[in-house]
């Protein structure tokens, strides 16, 4: 099998609030979820909501998770429309807003927030990278 990322997992203060959060952006929990952890479909990848103390206990990395590490979590979009109606919908759900959206340099269109445990997303277009029906980009080969 070739290398592919299949699943992200944001260590969160508190799943239930998480969760919520996530809803209000138009995301669905899966029956799959527990109460301790939470698992949305998000396109190709599954997106998990986990307590952040079990996850450094799982992963024995108790130094580990003392910031976002530099990563930063991307929903491209299909129009710049689009990018300014989910930042308003993240601000609305309690997201903390990084950046408005605006035109960048690599020709595209896009902002940031910071979600409520502080994880960075970028909601961008660009119109480089068409999108699939599913939401999935299609890059050059």
């Known amino acids: 099998m070739p290398p592919h990322v299949s699943l992200i997992t944001l260590?969160?203060?508190?799943?239930?609030?998480?969760?919520?959060?996530?809803?209000?952006?138009?995301?669905?929990?899966?029956?799959?979820?527990?109460?301790?952890?939470?698992?949305?479909?998000?396109g190709a990848i599954v997106l998990a909501l986990w307590g952040r103390d079990a996850q450094?206990?799982?992963?024995?990395?108790?130094e580990?998770?003392?910031g976002n590490g530099g990563i930063v979590v991307a929903m491209n979009c299909a129009s710049e429309h689009e990018v300014n109606a989910m930042l308003i919908n993240a601000q609305a759900a309690g997201a903390t807003l990084l950046k408005p959206a605006e035109m960048?340099?690599?020709?595209g269109y896009n902002g940031?927030?910071?979600?409520?445990?502080?994880?960075?997303?970028?909601?961008?277009?660009n119109p480089l990278w068409p999108l699939r029906?599913?939401?999935?980009?299609?890059?050059?080969?």
């Open 11 to 42: 260590g969160v203060a508190d799943v239930g609030k998480a969760t919520a959060f996530y809803e209000r952006l138009g995301f669905k929990k899966s029956s799959a979820s527990q109460d301790a952890v939470t698992f949305i479909q998000a």
């Open 56 to 62: 450094r206990e799982d992963a024995k990395a108790e």
């Open 64 to 66: 580990l998770w003392t």
């Open 104 to 107: 960048v340099f690599w020709g």
């Open 112 to 125: 940031y927030f910071a979600d409520l445990d502080g994880h960075v997303w970028e909601v961008a277009y």
């Open 133 to 141: 029906e599913d939401g999935r980009i299609d890059l050059p080969e």
